[in-house]
Nanobody
Framework: EVQLVESGGGLVRTGGSLRLSCEAS????????IGWFRQAPGKEREGISC????????YYKDSVKGRFTITSDTAKNTVYLHMNNLQPEDTGVYYC???????????????????WGQGTQVTVSS
């Protein structure tokens, strides 16, 4: 069974940091493009970062560039989202996903994906 499980969310103050983890089971991460999405209250889900596993290319949404970093550990079959200098507008439910369109060269990522995690809540207080 294919499964993605996120963890690491929580409540932080403005300027704080969190590291989200997404552990995969049932498939190998390095076979797919991997992405992180978030959904803020009352808003649609948006893609914020994606990684092309076979060449390491990475895309970041402009609003998180310089603050968020996506990494992967193939030995642990886990992808991470390191989030620094968090702002209240970063609040939302964060999802990881696998098997999606990711085109860093065009600064683009798709919003559809084959596999999704259950999400983890990130709340940034001002």
């Amino acid at each position: 069974e294919v499964q993605l499980v996120e963890s690491g969310g929580g409540l932080v103050r403005t300027g704080g940091s969190l590291r989200l983890s997404c552990e995969a089971s049932g498939f190998s991460f390095d076979a797919y493009n991997i992405g992180w999405f978030r959904q803020a209250p009352g808003k649609e889900r948006e893609g914020i970062s994606c990684l092309i596993s076979n060449d390491g290319s990475i895309y970041y949404k402009d609003s998180v560039k310089g603050r968020f970093t996506i990494t992967s550990d193939t030995a642990k079959n886990t992808v991470y989202l390191h989030m620094n200098n968090l702002q209240p507008e970063d609040t939302g439910v964060y999802y990881c996903a696998a098997d999606l369109i990711c085109i860093p060269a065009l600064q683009a990522m798709g919003i559809a994906s084959e596999y999704w995690g259950q999400g983890t809540q990130v709340t940034v207080s001002s």
